[in-house]
């Protein structure tokens, strides 16, 4: 492990020189912030490096994985145990869960657009998630796209007028493929809807103490708002925050919202 504190690496948002900040064992969880760890310690280290222009924070541990592999080695059955709906409560029913509430927020958001827009539940975590029935049960029209966790992923046709990314960024590691993605399917006046926790910039030099740096997760990359300017500003997608949250578009959104008002 030594060797990595010798190499840089080119950042994946914007091509800058990142250096390596450390190693983390591969069982480290999110839901180990509660108090205890929920799987014992590994013997498998994974290194993480920070880029020093944009603070984006990320390893090349899963680089060349297959679908196969994220299945079988982070989206298996131990992951919905240490990631459950309600820490502590088994058997939630799908309306109360918080994706679910989260998607009813999303489309308090979008209401009046019902009739006008299309959706994209970007890793949604099921066809439809616990988000996008939110949405559906808001009245609409969802598409529903999880590369990783779903048998057989739809691949989306065509544009969308929102793609809600929600707690999935952090699980991308092809970065290249995640803009273009974007790019090809955000439609023109279209709005990205980004939920992943930013973290600050310049990089704290204690970054992989977050509880959010979490290989066992799947959290594999770790987004500063300027990491991620970089990121989407190649395919001509603006980043902007705002108190409602993080969101990504080229002209702002015609369609009715209560996000940008006219």
Known sequence: ??????????????AASASYVGILDANKCCIDRLGRRALPVSDVQVPYW????????????VDEWSAEDFRTKIYNADYEWINPAIPGRADVPLKETPSYANGKRIAS??????D??????????????????????????VSSYEPYRVEEARKPKGRYDVIVAVEVFEHCHDLGALSAFMGRHLSRDG?????????????????????????????????TLPA????????????????????GFRSVPTFPNRIFLR
Not at 1 to 14: G, H, V
Not at 53 to 61: A, D, E, I, P, S
Not at 109 to 114: I, M, P, T, V
Not at 119 to 133: E, N, T, W, Y
Request: proline share 6%; hydrophobic share 40%; net charge negative.
């Open 191 to 223: 709005l990205l809807w980004i939920q992943t926790l930013l973290h600050p910039f310049p990089t704290p030099p204690d970054v992989l103490t977050s509880w959010y740096v979490a290989p066992r997760d799947g959290h594999v990359s770790i987004f």
């Open 50 to 61: 920070a880029c020093g222009n944009c603070g984006f924070v990320f390893t090349n541990y």
């Open 116 to 141: 006008d827009i299309r959706i994209l539940d970007f890793g949604a975590g099921g066809d439809p998630g616990p988000l996008g029935q939110g949405l559906i049960d808001s009245g609409f029209n």
């Open 109 to 114: 958001f979008l209401h009046g657009s019902q």
């Open 228 to 247: 991620l300017s970089c990121l989407f500003n190649a395919v001509g997608i603006n980043i902007v925050q705002t108190a409602v949250g993080t969101f």
């Open 1 to 14: 492990m030594e060797n990595y504190r010798l190499a840089a690496m080119a950042c994946k948002c914007c």
